[in-house]
């Protein structure tokens, strides 16, 4: 399965933690999403984004550029998860909105999502990347701007589930093409 994070961040904190996930998780791509090419990103098997968000409730900046491209391409057999910082008490009502606004724009496109993570521990009122029942996130929030104490910790731990779901994935990859010969 070729795998890859591609990241959007304007001040670094995302970035930031793209690095460190590209460690936990073995990997060897990290794009930025301002650099890539639509056409790129959808050549991976995986595509773990990491976006914040900004203005309350709106894209980061590059994401907003490149999603209008990208929500017209076929994301069939592509698995999305989701991962950015924010800030849960000042902007306490569309905390890690950034995750929901990109998914609503790409799962129809036959996009399949991985990496959900518990909203437990969270210091929020809001978001727009939750589950329907609203225990989960849609992918794993960062919050550096009141609890940067609990990143590693955070990081480590979704690595460590990500990487489960990805394995269990494995299988139905290798049969779906299968080695030459
Ligand atoms: C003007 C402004 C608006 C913001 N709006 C939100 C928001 O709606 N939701 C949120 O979770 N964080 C919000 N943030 C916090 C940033 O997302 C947070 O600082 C994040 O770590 C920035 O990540 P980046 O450097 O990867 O872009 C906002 C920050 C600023 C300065």
Aim: glycine fraction near 10%; hydrophobic fraction near 40%; charged fraction near 25%.
């Amino acid at each position: 399965m070729r795998v890859a994070i591609v990241w959007g961040s304007n001040t670094g904190q995302t970035e930031e933690a793209a690095g460190r996930l590209k460690e936990l998780l073995s990997l060897e791509t990290s794009l930025d999403v301002s650099r890539a090419s639509p056409e790129e990103i959808l050549g991976y098997d995986v595509v773990i984004i990491g976006a914040s968000t900004w203005d309350i409730g709106e894209l980061q900046y590059d994401w907003e550029d490149r999603l209008p491209e990208l929500e017209e391409l076929d994301w069939s057999g592509r698995h999305v998860a989701f991962f950015g910082t924010g800030d849960g008490l000042t902007y306490d009502d569309t905390f890690v909105d950034a995750f929901g606004l990109i998914w609503e724009r790409i799962k129809d496109k036959g996009a399949m999502l991985v990496g959900l993570w518990p909203t437990e521990g969270y210091r929020f009122a809001d978001s727009a990347s939750l589950t329907e029942d609203r225990t989960h996130f849609l992918g794993l929030p960062l919050d550096n701007d009141n609890e940067a104490h609990l990143t590693e910790e955070r990081l480590v731990a979704w690595a460590t589930k990500l990487k489960g779901e990805l394995a269990a994935l494995a299988p139905s990859a290798a049969e779906a093409a299968p080695p030459a010969g």
